[in-house]
Every structure is written in C-alpha cells, then in structure tokens.
Antibody
Framework: QLQLQESGPRLVKPSETLSLTCSVSGDSTTNSDYYWGWVRQPPGKGLEWIASSIYGGIAYYSPSLTGRGTVSLDTSNNQFSLQVVSLTAADTALYFC?????????????WGQGALVTVSS | QSLLTQPPSVSGAPGQRVTLSCTGGSANIGTGYDVHWYQQLPGSPPKLLIYKNTIRPSGVPDRFSGSKSDTSASLAITGLQAEDEATYYCQSYDSSVTGWVFGGGTTLTVL
C-alpha cells in the first residue's frame, strides 16, 4: 500500500525558501506511470495544484507559483521535494504531497497527511 | 479564480438527494478531459470519490455517482447521511495552463 509522508520546516520567514520532502513507500519514484506532485491548501480555502514531476520527464508548475518553484525527484532515497523561493504570507498553506496518473484519466490517487507551513517573521 | 466553478455550499436533510455541480470550459472538461471528485473531511487529506467521470473506487458507497456533459460535471449523493458532511472538490486537467486544476470546493451540510 502506497504511503506518502511530508517533512520539513513548518515556520519560514518572509523572503526565505520553503523546502519540503515527501518520503514514498509502497511504490518507486522511478515509476513513470505516475507524476509525483504537490497540492496546497491555504487555511480555510480550497485545493490548488502547484507542481509535479515524473521520472525521465519534465516538471510542470502552476502559473500561480510565478516561476518560484522547483520540484525534483531523489530516486536513490525514493523521495521527492519541493522548493519555493521568495516566500510571502500568501504561501502559508497545508502542503500535500501526492501521486497522480501520468496518462488519462489524470486523477490523484494518493495523498500524504499534509504539512502546515506558516510564513511569518 | 478557479478554472472549474463549484457552488460554495449545498445542504440537504438526511435521506435526501443532493447534486453538486462543477462547471468548466473549453480547455478542460469541454475538451474531453475527465472529471474526478474528492471528499475532504475536516483535518484529513482529500479522498478519491469518483474518477473518470463516473467510476467509484473500491469501498465508495453506491450512494455516490458522477456524470459529465459538455463543459460540466455533477456529483449526486442519494440517501444523505450525517457522515457525508464534508467539502467536495472536482478536478480535471486544463490545457491552457498545462496542468491539473481543482474546483473551489462545495461544502455539504446535512441538516
């Protein structure tokens, strides 16, 4: 059974960089049937897909990240990570790591429990 | 503003039937991309409820059903139960942003 677990600092200062890691068990990040991605949820608001990557392929990013994000796969440790630079309070959110299908139907089938990241000085 | 539009809230009495809508456009649902539905209970990650417009994953009660037509989709819940109180999100793929999109979510209240 697939399990995803987020880890990383939960309090980050404005203008600094968010770094989150997702540890994967039950599948391999080299599985190119799936994207490994991140979805965030600001407090009290809805879900927003922000970034995904796939083994042997390219990464995709939401326009809302405005070029500030990087998602990468660490296949040796079966993990993937998210970095977002130049943080503002608007980046405060619950960040979920996810797995989603690389071909139709393109749904998300697994989620981590989420990591609440607060951007504050 | 989301590329998929959902009403913010809907309510119904126990035992009733409710329908949640998801309206998209020509770059997502209207192009033929599938619609998926997720249920999120407070404090929990989303759970896949319906995928590929109409298919229920194993373990999802048949009280939940999905449909899709033109540029919109719907989630119907029959025999409403208190445990159905949650926020429901639709999701698809959008070619204009080359990425995956979620609706803003509909919060269901069981009266």
């Amino acid at each position: 059974q697939l399990q995803l677990q987020e880890s990383g600092p939960r309090l980050v200062k404005p203008s600094e960089t968010l770094s989150l890691t997702c540890s994967v068990s039950g599948d391999s990040t080299t599985n190119s049937d799936y994207y490994w991605g991140w979805v965030r949820q600001p407090p009290g608001k809805g879900l927003e897909w922000i970034a995904s990557s796939i083994y042997g392929g390219i990464a995709y990013y939401s326009p809302s990240l405005t070029g500030r994000g990087t998602v990468s796969l660490d296949t040796s440790n079966n993990q993937f990570s998210l970095q977002v630079v130049s943080l503002t309070a608007a980046d405060t959110a619950l960040y979920f790591c996810t797995r989603h299908h690389a071909r139709p139907p393109y749904n998300f089938d697994s989620w981590g429990q989420g990591a609440l990241v607060t951007v504050s000085s | 503003q989301s590329l998929l539009t959902q009403p913010p809230s809907v309510s119904g009495a126990p035992g009733q039937r409710v329908t949640l809508s998801c309206t998209g456009g020509s770059a997502n649902i209207g192009t033929g991309y599938d619609v998926h539905w997720y249920q999120q209970l407070p404090g929990s990650p989303p759970k896949l409820l319906i995928y590929k417009n109409t298919i229920r994953p194993s373990g999802v009660p048949d009280r939940f059903s999905g449909s899709k037509s033109d540029t919109s989709a719907s989630l119907a819940i029959t025999g409403l139960q208190a445990e159905d109180e949650a926020t429901y999100y639709c999701q698809s793929y959008d070619s204009s942003v080359t990425g995956w999109v979620f609706g803003g979510g509909t919060t269901l209240t069981v009266l």
